[in-house]
């Protein structure tokens, strides 16, 4: 008889910490009406012989609720607050992309202004100056 407790007791148990672990079989729920099919005993058999169990699941049901609730709301309050840190780290890095595009665009006109003058000077130059050639 001790034995046969000592196994109900342990699916219990068992059940309890599935259903908590978010290992929900299809079909089922939360609750103490899912618990009793999952560890095979009838309803009645866990509120009269087995209430202390009945009662740790509550509460750890309950405190689990408690604190997705809790998350969900510091979530959503940090939403706004990371969207904000986004949308600046945003701005900076397009204000630092147009930036890049400005300096590309002046080094590549100075480039070009550098070759034409060094093309301006090579056809000025003449067998005539005291200047050599080096291609």
Not at 90 to 109: G, I, N, P, Q, Y
Request: net charge neutral.
């Amino acid at each position: 008889m001790k034995a046969d407790r000592s196994q109900v007791e342990n699916r219990i148990r068992a059940a309890i910490q599935t259903l908590l672990a978010d290992e929900i079989p299809p079909g089922m729920n939360r609750d103490i009406t899912s618990l009793c099919a999952l560890a095979g005993v009838p309803r009645a058999t866990v509120y009269r012989t087995y209430p202390h169990l009945k009662a740790i699941f509550e509460e750890q049901r309950s405190h689990q609720q408690d604190t997705a609730t809790n998350t969900d709301a510091e979530t959503h309050q940090k939403i706004p607050f990371e969207k904000d840190r986004l949308q600046l780290k945003l701005t900076a890095m397009t204000t630092k992309v147009h930036e890049l595009e400005h300096f590309k665009s002046t080094a590549l006109s100075r480039l070009a202004a550098q070759h034409e003058e060094i093309l301006r000077l090579r056809s000025h130059h003449t067998t005539d100056d005291n200047v050599q050639s080096i291609w």
